[in-house]
């Protein structure tokens, strides 16, 4: 008789849950999206849905219609009723006994939360610490994949030490991204980030910081850079969906600037703030 | 009022199932192994658990009583009353709404199946076909975890080109294993395989290969090699543990030898069996 086994409880297999066999577990196949709402409304939804689109086909689940994802967003938004308001959903391939070869036909895992998100004023106004880990991902972070144990053991780590972000680090000794963020540097007049490429998630929030430095006005430098160069960065931020952008004033060790939010990552958040608004 | 959605149901969040808050879904939070039995007898059990312990202890999962692991998938399998079975076991870090930071106070989910095992003669005698593919995986392969998207999609592929297998080849142009076996070379008398490192995992039938070698007396090399060296091969094989040993007799368009397994691989294979029964 084939069984199974959750906690200590024997099921005969034909009794198991869809849920328990879920690829999504198994094998983290599936993809993720996270949105925010300001006062009421979903902030770069449209942007989130396309980029969702561009995970699911970079790994093959093609039975998911956008329009539908989108209506489900928004009717859970609307139920919740919550005005600032974190909305996470993925879509994993389907539910069926562990083999990793998929059947196409397998109907998607749909599954969506709305949460209260209360903005980290502390963090936002003082600055945060982040602490570097070695970036030990897969070779495709472009697609927002559920594979994110690398992401929690960073983070995990960066707690640990007291820090709000792991900032990754390549084999090349190169800054990709945060674990959970994009980042950025400003070195005098200079605005630089990593550029777009398989190892980066191509941050939509990262999208809208370029979209605000226009009124800014610092030259936009996708290069990647040092963890030495970051230590010596007269500002550096974070930039994420749930926070737009956050001050980062000590990397590893070492205090940046004089410890507290430089100007220019001021002017940015401002500026997107009037993005948002 | 925060909310779950569940496919089209709307649900308070307090109402959701905790299966459905896994962290094995979030993140593939989680590690797992796959042990079969032959002939009524659960084969290797203690390697497989004692690696279950280090991949447990390596992402940081330290509420868990090996004895009690151990007891469940015994239980389960007199449970089935299957002879030749295949048992799948995975803890994940536990249930809690979605956090890269966790709590180590979380409770870990354990999940177990125990599933027909059907040797596949038909591949054992004739051979497998085998594609390559670049090695996505994350830098941690040692650790045997839930993060599989990579190797799904390399199978995936494979299976497209009616090949049984994928065989992972990293940046450096080497051959590191299959998405789910160990992977084999003999030049002459030569044996050869990828050696242990942060980008392997420690096979457990990979060792026992090496083990039933001590009677078949190829020299045993563990080095890298280049699909080029593969292709060239006078035979190849993969080794994992719901098959032991399946001859590989086409590596992407090359037939590797007369095109049916050679003379070592048999004797390996022979070997095998009396380490088994």
Known sequence: MQIAMIQDEIVPMEEVGSVYLDRGVFFGDGVYE????????????????????KSLAAIGITKVDIDEVRARVQQAFDTAGISNAKIYFHITRGSAPRNHVYDKNLEPNFFLTVTEL??????KNKGIAVSTHPDWRWKRCDI???????????????????????????????????????FFGIFGQRLQTAPLANNILPSITRGFVIEANKNVGLELVEKSFTPAQAADADELFIAVTTQDIV???????????????????????????SLVL
């Open 118 to 123: 209360a903005d980290d004023t502390e963090a």
């Open 247 to 273: 001050p980062v004033v000590k990397f590893d060790d070492k205090i940046i600037g004089d410890g507290k939010p430089g100007s220019s990552t001021k002017q940015l958040m401002a500026e997107f703030q």
């Open 34 to 53: 996270v949105v925010r709402s300001y006062n009421g409304k979903v902030f770069a939804l449209e942007e989130h849905l396309q980029r969702f689109a």
């Open 144 to 182: 927002k994949s559920l594979n994110l144990l690398p992401n929690v053991l960073a983070r995990q780590d960066a707690a640990g030490k007291g820090c709000a972000e792991a900032i990754f680090v390549d084999d090349a000794g190169l800054i990709t991204e945060g674990a959970s963020s994009a």
